[in-house]
């Protein structure tokens, strides 16, 4: 068996220097000796398809196949249900006129709506955010209640879906439209804002494939989107504004529409898209740095499964590549990573209302939130998340959420240590491993570490109670020692990764 | 049996002392605990985010107006006062209530004909003989708490016993002497503990902690040696060490005063090779003051006092402990010639039951001797009332003469030398003072210093509609600028920048739909002056 694992990394056209550093090829992970099926992998499963879990989904999770637990995850995802249009959908510019809290009420419940969702709902979740920043409007741009609802209503429904339907759909929302100018292109004025993003950040990827002359004349070809007889009623195509004439693009002559335009790209493109899009799968979710090999492979893939992204999905989860040391705690946690995590680690239940809105306000001060990405490219993610002001902001947030975690459900802690530990426990520094352990993606590399995070465990509780053995983890102290512990935890650097 | 009940039935009192402690939270609001909330005991970990982002080139250095520092020992579990400082003059009815425990004569040194100490003590007699150590007989506080931790904050708020007073009397000075602390905090670290949970002693009003704290003198010293708060060595393969790499050099970069310990640190050296947890806090302790860092107040802490049984065995090796690192410390000091500018006491959050107990220990008591040690003493000698055994408590416990707030006062007035109204003012009541302690002001360069002069009233007022009010008193006229800072210490808005009449001002802080819900600080500058305080949006 290493045989066959050693031939196919030879295949791998980028060759690593340190044999430690090689990762698996796509073909199906089966749990080994070398590669055993344990806890660290499936919060690994975890934290990468989704937000992460609590001790008793991974302890589930070891009695399942990897395989069917993947796609028992990706399913779920494919099934969550989709938002019920909202009462106030066929409310009109009119009905807002006199009424701007009532605009800004239904706007910020649809967010705290969608974020909520994406707690429950946390593989698709993921997903939908993974989409959106890549599928960029801005919230501002398009600040009525049912663009928003349209805009998320495509992400929602297509997050697991088709792709070529994504880049069509998306193409003719209103708040695309208005984000990106598509709606003031016209056959009088064309406006190539659209076209161009339409290649370099949504299909091909910069340079690639495409000319100056494409994009004027892919422009062109989606001239009509323009007809808004009110703000707030949704951008209608309109013949009267359209470009019939003919159009070239990538050296096609015809007199291209809109749904022309998409078959084209999809079909004269396919090595182009299939690989972009694969890359940013697998640097949001593998490893930031890309493994050509294996990008090409998902997007052979992608594009042998007509644009279908759940293929993609499974066929990288499943995958020893997926699951290879090497990939484990690569990715620099995003703000929502940061919190969503916590929260399921600590088994802490979200509640809707407050809760959510607070969970904006810190990760919008940590430079993520949703409706704002930071530009038309998205945020950048992996190192920009953090520099020194948003690295000690992680540590203030996060440590008075770990307070508030202990005194809204201070036996939350006391249940996590017991769970961890397995048992009751007069063993400290046994606590503190585990826990550590448990929050960190890796093991840290030294015992030091752990002594010191030990100390900070006992907490102010004089020594002999625990050289006695009279310490346990009944006491009425675990709590605040867990708050302390989980404290120092958030602020070891590995912390940060996943 | 009844022993074993007895030591049950503190491990109850534990979990009593932590649920007073929740309730005491609880009752607070939402606020006034994101200061406790960043108590994990990392050296920057207490460190509100400014004063982990601010450039150590925007400030000179500031000027340290006397070059004395405080060095508290904290002596953590209860220290067996009576096993310490040894009642030679009721010799027999010690060894009446204590037949096992009791230090025959064999096992003393005689400080004078009325008072021994245990012969592993015996380091300390260099000291003593040299004029440099004073003991301040049977020191506690009215209606004694016998939990450790409800005791040990008594001992750090100096509030009254019935009273929970969340800051600390060091951070309330911290407090006024930087009264922006939040958004401007000073170039030095103003307090370092080392060993300990963070102590609720550096906690201001807020509860956040402003002290730099370790659990570990090998950390503090590995950061004062490398500069960095993370090494950057040692880091493991692949991508995933790249990452880690990455992230520990940004969290080394967020911590200024790195600079500062390191540059301390690298400056000095020890004259002596310390033994011992203890030994090894006050090596770094030495080098930081040698090194002239510039920090006010250290505290140090020996575990392992709460000797509710083996006590025999493990007392004598504690106290032997304590002796030779203050011994060493001493000399390592005078040999910077800085031994004239340090002053250590030792603390305890209480003493023990004069009576020993069924398992050859000792249970929670009440007062108990506090130890200084310093050059600046003016010879070696007894403060207060040595304790009567007969006069005890309900529970067995000795009833104290001296409070330990008298101490404090003392100390505060004539050794940091801080004006002495203003004394009465941060300890909350006026306690009397101990001239016999030896120490004073008067040979200091500077004179007594009047940190509160520009005190200004200020605080965020909350309105019903959901609105908030910056409300301050001006005492003159000045220039004041008013400005509402997120957590990460960026601006959001400005409400005031103009000239202002002296009187009461309120300004309106709209909460509009842009900005989060959620902890903002407010930073008011009147003339040259700053003050910060957080407040929440709700």
Known sequence: MNIELLKIQETS??????????????????????????????????????????????????????????????????????????EWLALNHLDYKENEDLLNSNINGWMHKWLADMVKHNVRGKLILFWHNHFVAQLETYYFPSYLYN?????????LGNFRDFVYEMGKSTAMLLFLNGAD???????????????????????????????????????????????GEAIRFSEDTFDKDQKTIFGLKGNWNY?????????????????????????????????????????QTFVDNDWEIAPVLRQLFKSEHFFSEANIGVIIKSPYDLFLNYFNEVDYKITEGEEIGAIHYFTGMLGQELGLPVDV?????????????????????????????????????????????????????????????????????????????????????????????????????????????????????????? | MKNKNQRYGSALQHGTAHNEDHERWTRRSFLKKVGIASGASLLFGNLPVAASMRSPLTKALEDSETDRVLVLIRLKGGNDGLNTIVPLYDYSKYLQYRPTLGLKESELSKLTNAIGIPKTMDPLLSLWEEGQMKVVHNVGYPEQNLSHFRSADIWSSASDANAFEPSGWYGRIIAEEHPDFLSNPPIIPPAIQIGGAANSLFNDEEMTNLAISV???????????????????NTPD????????????????????????????KSSSNAVEYTGALGEQLATVARLIKGNLGTKLYMVTLDGFDTHANQGKDHPQLLAELSVAVRDFYFDLSVGGRDKDVLSMSISEFGRRIEENGSKGTDHGAAAPMMLFGAELEGSGFVGEAPNLDAVDEVGNLEHTTDFRTVYATVLENWLCLDGAKVDTLLGQSFSRLPEL?????????????????????????????????????????????????????????????????????????????IAKGQYFYRLQVGDRVYSQPFLLR
């Open chain 1, 13 to 86: 056209s980028t060759p690593m220097e340190n044999n430690t550093c090689q990762t698996g090829s796509l073909q199906t992970y089966r749990p080994s000796d070398t590669m055993p099926w344990n806890e660290q992998r499936i919060k690994h499963l975890y934290k990468r398809i989704g937000f992460g879990a609590g001790p008793d989904q991974i302890k589930k999770a070891l009695t399942f196949n990897p395989q069917n637990l993947v796609s028992q995850l990706i399913q779920q995802a494919i099934s969550a249900p989709i938002f019920q249009a909202p």
């Open chain 1, 151 to 159: 805009y998320h209503r495509i992400l929602q429904t297509t997050a």
């Open chain 1, 185 to 231: 292109n016209t056959k009088y004025e064309p406006n190539e804002n659209y076209a161009r993003e339409l290649y370099e950040l949504f299909t091909l990827g910069r340079d690639n494939g495409y000319t100056q002359k494409d994009i004027e004349e892919t422009a062109r070809a989606l001239t009509g989107w323009n007809n808004m007889p009110n703000w």
């Open chain 1, 259 to 299: 749904d022309q335009l998409h078959e084209i790209l999809f079909t004269r493109k396919k090595e182009e898209i299939s690989n972009f899009i694969c890359e940013k799968i697998y640097k949001a979710y593998v490893n930031p740095e890309p493994d050509k090999v294996i990008i090409a492979q998902l997007a």
């Open chain 1, 377 to 498: 490219a998205g945020w950048q993610g992996n190192r920009t998340w953090i520099d020194t002001a948003r690295l000690t902001g992680r540590w203030r947030i996060l440590s008075w959420k770990v307070y508030d975690t202990m005194e809204k459900s201070p036996n939350n802690f006391t249940e996590l240590a017991l769970k961890l530990t397995g048992e009751n426990t007069n063993d400290p520094a046994i606590v503190t491993q585990k826990v550590i352990d448990y929050f960190l993606p890796v093991a840290l590399h030294t015992p030091e570490l752990y002594e010191r995070a030990t100390a900070i465990f006992k907490t102010d509780i004089p020594q002999n109670y625990f050289d006695n053995g009279e310490w346990n983890l009944n006491w009425d102290s675990v709590p605040w020692q867990m708050t302390s512990l989980i404290q120092y935890i958030i602020r070891i650097p590995e912390y940060q990764l996943m």
């Open chain 2, 215 to 233: 659990q570990n003198p090998e950390e503090i010293a590995e950061i004062a040696k490398t500069g960095h708060l993370f090494s950057l060595a």
């Open chain 2, 438 to 514: 030896g120490i004073s002001c008067t040979n200091q360069t500077t004179s007594t210093k009047d940190i509160f002069k520009q005190q200004l009233k200020h605080e965020a007022r909350y309105s019903s509609n959901g609105n908030i009010q910056v409300y301050y008193e001006l005492k003159e006229g000045a220039f004041v600028n008013v400005q509402v800072i997120n957590l990460l210490g960026q601006p959001v808005t400005t409400l005031v920048n103009s000239y202002q009449a002296s009187g009461a001002h309120q300004v309106d802080f709209y909460t509009k739909r842009t």
């Open chain 2, 238 to 265: 692949c991508y995933y060490g790249e990452q880690v790499s990455f992230v520990r050099s940004v969290a080394n970069n967020s911590f200024f005063y790195a600079g500062v310990l390191s540059e301390a640190y």
